[in-house]
């Protein structure tokens, strides 16, 4: 997989080509498009069932159909930077899904989102979500079906509200979608510490990313609440 500092990049989502605007030369690491976003969507595209009519062949096994299966689903993005994740999701059938990020990052996420509007057919929902602000994290009315997030672990301090907001927002049945790369030991050592504590972590093997959108550092994984005990029970026969 090829990366680019270029102020542009394409993202094709299966006929449709997302163009977002990036600005690394910024002191914000949010309007930058950081290419776990495009891992993320271009696993999801492989795998995710198309929209309208299934043409793809029933004799391929496709493991990720159930999970991959967005109708009348919601969904939110936390910490969408450029919005590569949010907007390639919307294309692949996530149509009810809000960007989340912190406000100085906006005028880009908004740019972006505008400059894609004849792509999308619309603007998408937008919100800003600082993921320490229980009164903003209620105001988007939880639950969803899908939190998607990508390179969002990198800070120590906000790994402990990160995985906070993650669970507030997902739904008991629902499931996130991580694009991730390790960019700081320690935030990474609590990140998955933590985490390891509130989901089952499922890591999806290398080989079932995107060919030409995976590269060694990273990885998706998927997260789903973990089970209380008195639920586990109901589920034995
Ligand atoms: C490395 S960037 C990744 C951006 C985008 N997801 C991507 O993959 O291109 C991390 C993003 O997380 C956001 N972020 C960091 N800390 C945050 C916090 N405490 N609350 C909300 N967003 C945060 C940043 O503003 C930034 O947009």
Redesign the pocket.
């Known amino acids: 997989m090829k990366f680019t500092d270029s102020p542009v990049i394409e993202l094709p989502v299966h006929n449709a080509i997302l163009s977002i605007q990036q600005d690394n030369g910024s002191f ?3 309007t ?3 290419p ?2 495009l891992v993320l969507v271009k696993f999801a595209e492989r795998w995710a069932p198309l929209p309208g009519p299934n043409l793809r062949p029933t004799t391929t096994p496709n493991p990720y159909a159930q999970l991959l299966d967005f109708g009348s689903k919601r969904g939110v993005e ?5 919005g ?2 949010g907007m390639g999701f919307y294309l692949l059938g996530l149509t009810d899904v809000i960007l ?3 406000s ?2 906006m005028p880009a996420l908004k740019r972006n989102l505008k400059n894609n509007k004849s792509v999308l057919a619309k603007t998408l929902k937008h919100s800003v ?4 602000n229980a009164d903003q994290i209620k105001s988007l009315k939880p639950p969803y079906d899908f939190v998607l ?4 672990v ?2 120590e301090e ?1 790994v402990g ?2 995985i906070s907001a993650m669970e507030a927002l997902v739904s008991d049945d629902g499931v996130i979608l991580l ?1 991730y790369q390790l960019r700081s030991p320690e935030a990474h050592k609590l990140f998955w510490e933590m985490s390891e504590k509130v989901f089952e972590i499922e890591k999806v093997p290398h080989e079932d990313l995107h060919p030409e959108y995976a590269y060694e550092e990273a990885d998706v994984y998927i997260f789903r609440k973990k089970k209380k005990e008195e639920e586990k029970m109901e589920d034995i026969p």
Do not use: R
């Not at 936390?78 to 450029?82: E, V």
């Not at 979500?129 to 320490?132: A, K, S, V």
């Open positions: 914000h690491v949010g930058s498009v950081w776990c976003s936390l910490g969408a930077g450029c590569a994740a989340t990020d912190i100085p990052v979500l600082y993921w320490n997030a990508t390179d969002v990198y800070i906000s509200p990160l694009g």
